[in-house]
């Protein structure tokens, strides 16, 4: 049994460390970073909204938004596991809801993999991706991508964050992703490409920090679905249904724009206009509901 726990440790130190590193470093460098700033450093650059609220409160856990119907944290727990079935998500990615009735909070599962997340794995947040109530859970290091798009669209209910893997390529290159059909009518506003290099250099890709998140909300603008160049993608919604459809959709769509480019032996590929996907984007969140019960029937008996 010592060699097992001592090889399942070992794994543990192999493969924790992107996730657990970052947040012991949170913890023992966040008290020092706090001080510069209120010594009157200027940490934060490019916070169009303000210094977050960490810099304003403390650092005493956030309060809650308030009780949440457990039926909500059972949705998410199931969102979570539809992607992960619909081979969205892998062993990586998330997927978190702006809290129901707090919209400076949300809600997202402790650090898991998406396949695995039930109800009681759903913690809250505030928008800097504080816990409020922590409990010595570990969290997604990538939580930023979230609070910072909460805090920047008003409209937004709920963000999947994924690296499926036929969206990567149409980071890397020139050729827009466009809407190939209906059902991806969200995209022919327009599919945005957000690199990190351009604002914070060579780093190892991730939105590890407010300011990264910050900046990723600001190259997703007003639309449903920003790349992410060398890592994959974010899609968001109007619903918990509608992020997790798009998120979907996203992943289809890629693969139809590949097969679509090639068949077109360069020629012009007939996407669908912005004002098609408008009217077809209506549509389909008018009948949200079909796929989601549809993908739910999927999962039961997961868990
Ligand atoms: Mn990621």
Redesign the pocket.
């Known amino acids: 049994m010592l060699a097992v726990s001592g090889m399942d440790k070992a794994l543990r130190l192999q493969w924790d460390p992107p996730f657990i590193l970052p947040l012991a470093f949170e913890e023992q460098f966040m008290p020092l970073i706090r001080c510069a700033c209120h010594a009157g450093f200027s940490y934060w650059t490019g916070a169009a909204a303000g210094p977050p609220d960490a810099l304003r409160s403390g650092s005493e856990p956030p309060a809650s938004g308030g009780p949440v119907d457990p039926s909500i944290f059972e949705e998410i727990a199931s969102a979570s596991r539809i992607l992960a079935v619909q081979s969205v998500l892998d062993a ?2 998330h997927v978190s809801m702006r809290h129901p009735t707090a919209p400076d909070r949300f809600l997202m599962s402790r650090s898991l993999a998406p396949a695995l997340v039930t109800a009681g794995d759903i913690m809250e947040f505030n928008l800097d991706g504080e816990a409020c109530d922590p409990q010595g859970r570990g969290v997604f290091l ?1 939580r930023f ?1 979230h609070g910072a798009i909460y805090r920047a669209r008003a409209d937004v209910a709920s963000v999947v ?3 499926s893997p036929s969206v990567i390529p149409f980071g890397l290159v020139e050729t827009p992703m466009r809407a190939m059909y209906h059902n991806a009518a969200f995209l022919a506003e327009g599919v945005p490409v957000f690199d990190i290099a351009e604002e914070f250099g060579a780093t190892d ?3 590890g920090s407010w300011q990264k998140g910050a900046a990723l909300a600001r190259s997703l603008g007003d639309k449903s679905v920003v790349l ?1 160049r060398g ?2 993608s974010v899609a968001v919604g109007p619903s918990l249904e509608a992020a997790v459809f798009r998120a979907i959709m996203t992943e289809t769509n890629a693969k139809l724009q590949s097969q679509a480019t090639i068949l077109s032996q360069g020629g012009p590929i007939a996407a669908l206009s912005p004002e098609e996907g408008r009217l077809a984007d209506a549509v389909n969140l008018r009948v949200i509901q079909r796929p989601w019960e549809l993908w739910k029937r999927s999962i039961s008996g997961r868990s």
């Open positions: 990586f990615g990538e991508i964050h994924s690296h890709m991730l939105v992410m890592h994959g």
